[in-house]
Nanobody
Framework: QVQLVESGGGLVQAGGSLRLSCAAS????????MGWFRQAPGKERAFVAA?????????RYIDSVKDRFTISRDNAKNTLSLQMNNLKPEDTAVYYC?????????????????WGQGTQVIVSS
């Protein structure tokens, strides 16, 4: 069973930066794609960004973070990162790392097989 462990959340002022990391417990695990989702209080879990482990590492982002967040992967270490710059109060949420072994649509939570426990990001105004 693959476990995902996130780190890097915290409290930051608007305009600041944070870097989230996600490590897979099985070094030989090779996902088809991995993604970051977030869940704000009272809202459903929502897609933020995804990256394909093959096919040139294609990435996907929601429009509201495209120019501010960067998703990346380290194939050798089996880690996933999300660099978040120019953070806004509306980015406040619990951020989850997820991995899909054979999914088709990286935007959809149900396509993911493994989830981390989440890390809190709070952006103060």
């Amino acid at each position: 069973q693959v476990q995902l462990v996130e780190s890097g959340g915290g409290l930051v002022q608007a305009g600041g930066s944070l870097r989230l990391s996600c490590a897979a417990s099985v070094r030989t695990f090779r996902p088809y794609f991995m993604g970051w989702f977030r869940q704000a209080p009272g809202k459903e879990r929502a897609f933020v960004a995804a990256i394909y482990w093959v096919a040139g590492g294609n990435t996907r982002y929601i429009d509201s973070v495209k120019d501010r967040f960067t998703i990346s992967r380290d194939n050798a270490k089996n880690t996933l990162s999300l660099q978040m710059n120019n953070l806004k109060p509306e980015d406040t949420a619990v951020y989850y790392c997820a991995a899909s072994a054979k999914g088709r649509n990286s935007y959809v939570p149900d396509e993911y097989d493994y989830w981390g426990q989440g890390t809190q990001v709070i952006v103060s105004s």
